[in-house]
């Protein structure tokens, strides 16, 4: 399982931006997806989940502002606004999976993708 993350860039205090996460590979299914960002200097913290259902859990930071949405199965997007320079931040997307070997063995695990680099101006 592979995952792919996309969409971030520079933009100025009030703009928006809309990351992409994408799972790839064979054999696996895909059940809850997320959002964390780390900081410069700050622990990695959780911006947002959503479940496979469409059941989604934000912080606190970006309730209102920020919202993760599935596209298919194996996609998780974060469409970002009014942003904030506080918001700045690497934005990394996780996904929890079912995997299937060859001998039809399921393994679960969480995969995390590349961190994409968000940062806001002010």
């Known amino acids: 399982v592979q995952l792919q993350a996309s969409g971030g860039g520079l933009v100025q205090a009030g703009g928006s931006l809309r990351l992409s996460c994408e799972a790839s590979?064979?054999?696996?299914?895909?059940?809850?997806m997320g959002w964390y960002r780390q900081a410069p200097g700050k622990q990695r913290e959780l911006v947002a989940t959503?479940?496979?259902?469409?059941?989604t859990n934000y912080a606190d930071s970006v309730k209102g502002r920020f919202t993760i949405s599935r596209g298919n199965a194996k996609e998780a997007y974060l469409q970002m606004n009014s942003l904030k320079p506080e918001d700045t931040a690497v934005y990394y997307c996780?996904?929890?999976?079912?995997?299937?070997?060859?001998?039809?063995?399921?393994?679960?695990?969480?995969?995390w993708g590349q961190g994409t680099l968000v940062t806001v101006s002010s």
């Open positions: 996780n996904a929890d999976y079912i995997y299937y070997t060859d001998e039809d063995v399921p393994v679960v695990g969480r995969k």
């Open positions: 590979g064979s054999r696996f299914s895909i059940s809850d």
């Open positions: 959503v479940t496979s259902g469409g059941s």
